[in-house]
């Protein structure tokens, strides 16, 4: 019989976790979701959380309502933040075409913003096409957000970016974290300006990080790391189109780093002697993951498609997914990981 969101948690002892969340543009709304889901067990206590574009949005949400009001704080945090992308969606150029309403699809690409966009990006700087270097995410983060008192909060917050002219990741710690420092992990360089920082300009964190486990391993007291993914992992036909093949480049690249620490866990745990200190700790940690294809089938392209109605199914999603998680694996959380990391050293 499938366990009911009271019995997954009622009268347990609390289970320190870390969040390790992805980015994906508006398929971040999906982790919303899942968010929204483990906020209601009161026995799953969120020590750090590390994220990367859209999953640095929603961790920096998250704290800043925790902050505010616990649990329920950070789900109506959420909740709001989630709320303002679909109203600022309204308002944007870059919507469905009547095509892909009249076949229920959630894709752009046959909207004619979208591909005008799309074409400029390729061939056209956003330091031309943008000079001012507006974002409109910015004022949302703003309103959505307490920065001043971030580094004030009980939950650590790691947010990764890329750092153009190293090409090494930095870690954002809570006290750190600006609007600049959101904008900078969520910056595809094509499409906007990069983010200075103390005098370096930054991209996207998934080029290093999406999201990064390491701060997790070294400053986290929490064994057990929840990784929701949200960036498609398999693809099982071979891309043909040129936007199919730049899309699955982009997939590939933005995992490759996560796949790398995760293999070292994997690796560390088969050691017969991990040793002692960091490497004790990397093999002792619980690693567990809420994902699906799902999105995969959605396009690259529906990644910018914000309309509320697509980000509340999203959401849905998420919570059934992590409803799912608990009624299988709650009783492992605080005692075995429940991701299959040998997989990854397999031959292929």
């Given at each position: ?21 992805q ?18 067990e009161?026995?799953l206590?969120?020590?750090a ?50 095509i892909?309403?009249?076949l ?34 910015s ?7 307490d920065?001043a ?10 947010i ?29 360089p ?26 997790l ?28 093949i730049l ?40 690693m ?7 999105l ?8 910018l ?29 605080g ?14």
């Amino acid at each position: 019989m499938p366990r009911t969101k009271t019995s997954a948690g009622g009268g347990r002892n609390p289970v320190l976790i870390d969040l390790a969340l992805q980015g994906g543009g508006s398929h971040g709304a999906y982790t919303w979701g899942v968010l929204d889901r483990l906020l209601e067990e009161p026995w799953l206590k969120i020590e750090a959380i590390s994220g990367t574009s859209a999953g640095a949005m929603n961790g920096a949400v998250l704290v800043s309502g925790y902050m505010q009001g616990g649990a329920q704080g950070a789900r109506e945090a959420l909740d709001a933040y989630w709320g303002r992308v679909a109203e600022a969606a309204r308002f944007s150029p870059i919507q469905r075409s009547p095509i892909d309403r009249l076949l229920n699809r959630w894709s752009l690409d046959t909207s004619p913003a979208y591909l005008m966009m799309d074409l400029m990006s390729r061939v056209v700087s956003p330091y031309a096409l943008n000079p001012l270097g507006h974002n409109p995410i910015s004022d949302l983060l703003e309103k959505s957000i307490d920065f001043a008192h971030l580094g004030e909060a009980s939950i650590k917050l790691f947010i990764t970016a890329t750092n153009v002219h190293t090409g090494r990741g930095r870690v954002f710690r809570n006290k750190d974290i600006t609007p600049d420092v959101l904008l900078a992990s969520a910056c595809l360089p094509t499409m906007f300006q990069a983010i200075e920082i103390d005098g370096e300009p930054y991209w996207d964190g998934g080029y290093v990080g999406n999201p990064t486990i390491t701060p997790l391993v070294r400053e986290s007291d929490a064994l057990d790391v929840i990784l929701v993914q949200i960036n498609p992992t398999v693809r099982a036909e071979t891309p043909r189109t040129a936007a199919q093949i730049l899309n699955r480049l982009n997939e590939i690249s933005f995992n490759s780093p996560l796949v790398k620490e995760l293999r070292m866990i994997a690796l560390l745990r088969q050691a017969a002697d991990p040793g002692t200190g960091e490497g004790a700790r990397w093999a002792r940690m619980l690693m567990h993951r809420i994902a699906t294809e799902k999105l995969a089938d959605y396009g690259a392209s529906s990644k910018l498609n914000a309309e509320g109605e697509f980000l509340s199914m999203l959401k849905e999603d998420g919570r059934r997914a992590a409803e799912a998680f608990l009624n299988a694996h709650a009783d492992d959380l605080g005692k075995r990981p429940t991701a299959d990391l040998d997989e990854l050293l397999k031959e292929v």
